[in-house]
């Protein structure tokens, strides 16, 4: 992908413009974080890259938040299965579901080896440094740097408008759940009947999904 | 991707299950056709895929059903470009953007020769054979059979908002341009402001191309 076979990259401090994965605007990832005893956490998140520049608004009360202030680093991970993001927005998925991964990579000069979580269905992923550049009562920002980026298949997928509504069903749900609002539900309703009608049977299974969630 | 490197499919009149690209649900792609001169056209469709049948629903009076019912081929190309989508509903983009392409495969024991035409731009394609199999006074039915599919270039697209959202306006914006439906302008001003919020440079550009076509 960007001519580094073994996924090593060169520089472990290297701006996030050098990314062959993450692309411009708002890139919607699982993040795969862990705890000091290796307990790894799943939740869906947004990495904003604009101007080659890569951050990332968590709000405080989330095990993501609590591990990314513990270990400064955490897994972006690629996936295109929608009942994972729904799972992932509402629950803690099994210890099953991860796979522990080690980045070799070099910086200043020095090779380093890197311990971290992922998830064991990520079709590619990148391992992020992240520095806290900001914070207020709700949530902290991060500056984003690359530190390893792999992939691991390359699938192709056609471009499914019922996965699309599953993910933006989900992003509504989460607010959802706390506010009650009739205008989200009017928009996950109509997220849901587009994941019937123009998805395969995981986007319908994740449909049903989200609704318990939000019962 | 489906152990067949040289992208050479083992049988012509396989059925669409048989596709390493094409997922359950509705694909959203961009149909390559081409009239007897060798001229081609192209045009986003949605591929029907349930239950390992592929089906294909068209409009009469477009290029894309007129040059289908004179060849019984088409291509199905999957890009990741917003704009293309957008310009290929509403208007028909230039000769530089074809690519012509010969597809070498086994049907009946005996080695056939396809000549088509694809997108230069296409990440990979598939090359359907397409039998009506139904019509009324709108439109036609068709039967898809996978002749030949190939990976050009599988790279990684992490989901954006942004890009779903353009495909979603798409669909909304040309039922709007003869419709004028008030609730179809709603959809479009949502997804556009999704466009603008979570796309990068290419989502930006569409949403302008997009919005100038429907004012």
């Known amino acids: 992908m960007n001519g580094d076979i073994n996924g090593i990259k060169k520089n472990g401090d290297s701006g996030s413009s050098d990314s062959s994965i993450i692309a411009g605007g708002i ?10 005893s290796g307990r790894a956490n799943a939740a869906p998140i947004g990495i904003i890259n604009r101007s080659g520049r890569s951050r990332l608004v968590l709000f405080r009360g989330t095990h993501t938040l609590e591990n990314i202030l513990e270990n400064g680093i955490f897994c972006a991970n690629i996936v295109h299965d929608p009942v994972l993001y729904v799972k992932t927005a509402f629950e ?10 080690f980045a070799e990579y070099i910086a200043d000069g020095e090779g380093c080896v890197q311990r971290f979580f992922r998830l064991k269905s990520a079709e590619s992923f990148v391992l992020f440094k992240a520095v806290k550049t900001g914070e207020s ?43 009650r609002s009739e205008e989200l ?4 309703d109509y997220d849901i ?4 009608k123009c998805g395969g049977e995981r986007e319908n299974e994740a ?4 609704l318990e969630y939000i019962k």
Chains 1, 2 share one sequence.
Do not use: Q
């Open 207 to 210: 449909a049903d999904m989200l």
């Open 137 to 179: 009562a709700e949530s902290c920002i991060f500056e984003l740097n690359i530190v390893y980026e792999k992939v691991l298949s390359a699938h192709v997928h056609p471009f499914n408008r019922g996965f699309a509504a599953i993910i933006d069903a989900t992003v509504h749900a989460t607010r959802y759940a706390i506010s």
């Open 185 to 188: 539900k009017e928009l996950i």
């Open 27 to 36: 890139n919607e990832v699982i993040a795969v974080t862990f705890d000091g």
């Open 92 to 101: 803690d998925i099994g210890s099953e579901n991860f796979a522990e991964d």
């Open 193 to 196: 009947s587009i994941a019937r």
